[in-house]
C-alpha cells in the first residue's frame, strides 16, 4: 500500500464517495432531479410568441375586417351562439353590427379581452377608412437572462445545493450512529476530526459533478447566461455547501433515528423552500419579515448567485450575502462540534 | 493462522502465573457505574494476564457489556480506577486505541462497502499493523474480499468484525458477545479463530452468556450477576465448587396417575443427600438436581432410595457438571432465565 492509501482522511473521503455512489436513490435527487425540475419548468414556463385572440363577429364583413389583424382570429356567428361561446370562453370578445355603428361584447375584467377589445376596434377603425396620425415601428426585445428560466436556475442551484449538503450529512451521520457504526469507529483510533472533514471533502468533490452537469445542461439546453466570473459562481457554490454541510452536521449532531433527523431536516428546509425565492422573488414577501428572509442562507446564496450569473455582479458587490453564508459556516459548525453525540 | 510473533513467545512465558500490578495486561479495582435506572457495575475487581484468555460469563443484564465498555475507554466509570497495558483513558487514551482491538456487539457495518474497503479503512486509522490481506486470511474471508458487506452471513459479518479487531496488531483483544445469535456451525468456526488467536498469545478479553463458550474458549473465566463477580477462576476450578463432576437430574411420579403430575410427587431430599456421594440437591419446577462425586455408584442408590419412597421415574438423566450448574449453584437461576 503506498502513502496515499494509507491514510486516514483519504481513506475516509473515499468510503463516504463510493457510499454516495452506489446508492441509486442519492445519485437520482442530487444529479438527475434538478435536471428534471429544469425541463419541466422551462417548458412550462417557456416565452411562447404572442397569443392570438378568438374573436366573433356577427357578419361576414366584420369578420373579414378582424382577421385582417395578425393578433386575431375572427368566426362568423349569430348573436345567441357568439353569447353563449363568450360564456364558455370560445371567444374573448363578439362584434355585433348594430344599426349606428358596431358593438363590442367582452368581460372588461379579463386582460385577454381587454387587449382584444382594443386589437378589434383597431382592425374595424382601420378597414373603414382611419388612418394613423403618427407613423409607429415595433422594436421587439427577446432577451436572454429576463425569462423566467433564467431566473430559476440560480433558484434551483441553490435548493439543490441545499437538498444534497443536508441529506447527505444529516443521514449518513444519524445512520452510522443508529447502527453502532459511529461507536465502533470512536471505539478505534480515528481522528474525530478527519471523520467529520472527510463528509465536507467528499461533498466538495460531488459538489463539482453536481454543480457542472445542472449548469452545463441549463446553459446547452435553455441559454442560460453566465455574465459574471465563472471563479466567483464556484466560491459561491463552495460557501453555499459548506453553509449546508454546517447546517445538516448541526441537524445531525443529537438524532438518533432516522425519523427524528427527517422530521428536523425537513423543519430547517421548509422555511427556505418557501421564502428563500427559488421559483419567485423573495422580495415579494412584506417588508416585515424581510430581515428574516434575507438572513436566511438560502437566500443570500440564490441572491449571490443570481447576481453572478444574471447581473454580471462582482464579488466585492456582494460582501452582505457571502458575510451571511460565512457566518451560516462558523455558528452552526461550531455548535454541532460541541453538542456532537459520537455514540 | 498468524504465524507466531515476538510478542507470542513474551506472552505465553508470561502466562497466568506471573500476575501483579505490573505484569496484569488489564487491572479493574473498585468501578462502579450507575445507569438512570439499575446499577450496571457495582464495585468490580479483575485482574487480566498477559496472554490470558478471560471470559465475562453471565446472563444479560449483568453489566457484562457496561465492563468492557468501561475496559475499552467508551463508557466513564462512576468510581474505580482502570489501567490497560500500564496505561489509563485519561492520560493515555490516543495511545490506547492504537494497542487494543475492539468488537462491539452489535455494529453494522456499511452494507455497500466490500470487505476489503472496509478492513483498509480501518487499517488507516492505525499506525502499525497487519496488512489488510493478513487480517483477512485469519478471518477466512478470502473468497468474500470483494463482496459487499450486506451480503455477508451473519458468521462472516463476525468474522468481519473481529478482522476489523484484528487489522492493529492489538496487543489486546476485546470481543463482545463474539457469537451471539450464530448458528452452531458459525460459531464452532469463531471459536477455532479464537482458538488460533489464543496460541497466537495475544490476550483477550472476551464476554457470553454461553457456558459452553466460555468453557471451550477461556483459561479464566469470571461469572457476573447483578454487576458483581460472584466467582473467578480457571473453568475447572469454578466446576469444582459444585461439589461434584456430575449433575443427576430426575423427574418423579408417584406411579398412578400420569406423568404430567409428575413434578408435584413429593421427595424426600434428606434421603437423597444422605448418600455419601450426593453433595447437594435442588428442585426447580418439579425437576431434582443432585450433584454427584461418584457417578458409578451414586446411581444405584439414588434408584433405590426413590423406589424406597414409593416414586417412580418419569426423567432420568446425567451430565457433567458445566459453568451453569455452577452459576445455578450461585444464584438459583438458570443463566438463560430472561
Known sequence: MNKLELSSLYQLTLVRFRLVLREPEAIFWIFIFPILLAVGLGIAFRNRPADVLQVGATNPQLTQALAADKGLTAATMDEAAGTHALATGGILLLAIQEPGGVAYKYDDTNPDARSARLLADQAIQAAAGRRDAVHAANRLVHETGSRYIDFVVPGLLGMNLMGSAMWGLGFSIVEARQKKLLKRMVASPMKRWQYLVSFLLSRLAMLVIEVAAFLGFARLAFGVPFRGSLAELGVLCVLTSLAFSALGLLVASRAKTMEAVSGLMNLVMLPMWILSGVFFSASRFPAVIQPVVRALPLTAAIDAMRGNMLQGMNAGQMMAQVGILLAWIVVPFTISLRIFRWR | ?338
Open chain 2, 1 to 338: 493462522m498468524p504465524e507466531g510473533r515476538e510478542s507470542v513467545a513474551q506472552g505465553v512465558a508470561g502466562g497466568t502465573a506471573g500476575r501483579g500490578a505490573s505484569g496484569s495486561t488489564l487491572l479493574l479495582r473498585g468501578l462502579r457505574k450507575a445507569f438512570t435506572d439499575v446499577q450496571a457495575v457495582d464495585g468490580l475487581d479483575l485482574e487480566v494476564a498477559r496472554g490470558e484468555c478471560f471470559g465475562l460469563l453471565g446472563p444479560n443484564g449483568a453489566g457484562k457489556t457496561t465492563t468492557i465498555e468501561i475496559c475499552e475507554g467508551l463508557t466513564a466509570p462512576d468510581e474505580g480506577t482502570v489501567e490497560l497495558l500500564g496505561l489509563n483513558w485519561r492520560t493515555g487514551a490516543n495511545e490506547l486505541r492504537q494497542r487494543i482491538g475492539i468488537q462491539l456487539q452489535e455494529t453494522q457495518f456499511p452494507d455497500k462497502l466490500t470487505v476489503e474497503e472496509t478492513l483498509t479503512l480501518f487499517r488507516s486509522f492505525f499506525r502499525r499493523g497487519i496488512p489488510v490481506e493478513e487480517s483477512i486470511r485469519t478471518a477466512q474471508l478470502e473468497e468474500k474480499r470483494h463482496a459487499r458487506v450486506g451480503g455477508l452471513s451473519g458468521g462472516q459479518k463476525q468474522r468481519l468484525a473481529m478482522a476489523c479487531a484484528l487489522v492493529g496488531d492489538p496487543e489486546l483483544l476485546f470481543l463482545d458477545e463474539p457469537t451471539t445469535g450464530l448458528d452452531p456451525q458459525a460459531r464452532r468456526h469463531l471459536w477455532d479463530l479464537v482458538d488460533g488467536l489464543k496460541q497466537a498469545g495475544r490476550t483477550i478479553i472476551l464476554t457470553t452468556h454461553y457456558m459452553e463458550e466460555a468453557e471451550r474458549l477461556c483459561d479464566r473465566v469470571a461469572i457476573m450477576d447483578h454487576g458483581r463477580v460472584i466467582a473467578l477462576g480457571t473453568p475447572q476450578q469454578l466446576i469444582a465448587t459444585v461439589g461434584g463432576e456430575d449433575i443427576v437430574e430426575f423427574a418423579v411420579s408417584t406411579g398412578e396417575t400420569g406423568s404430567q403430575e409428575a413434578g408435584h410427587a413429593v421427595v424426600d431430599a434428606a434421603e437423597l443427600t444422605a448418600i455419601p456421594s450426593v453433595q447437594s440437591h435442588r428442585v426447580d419446577d418439579g425437576l431434582h438436581q443432585l450433584s454427584v462425586s461418584e457417578l458409578h455408584t451414586a446411581v444405584p442408590r439414588i434408584f433405590a432410595a426413590l423406589r424406597a419412597q414409593g416414586l417412580h421415574l418419569s426423567e432420568f438423566r446425567t451430565h457433567s457438571a458445566t459453568l451453569e450448574d455452577v452459576f445455578v449453584r450461585l444464584t438459583g437461576r438458570n443463566l438463560r432465565d430472561e
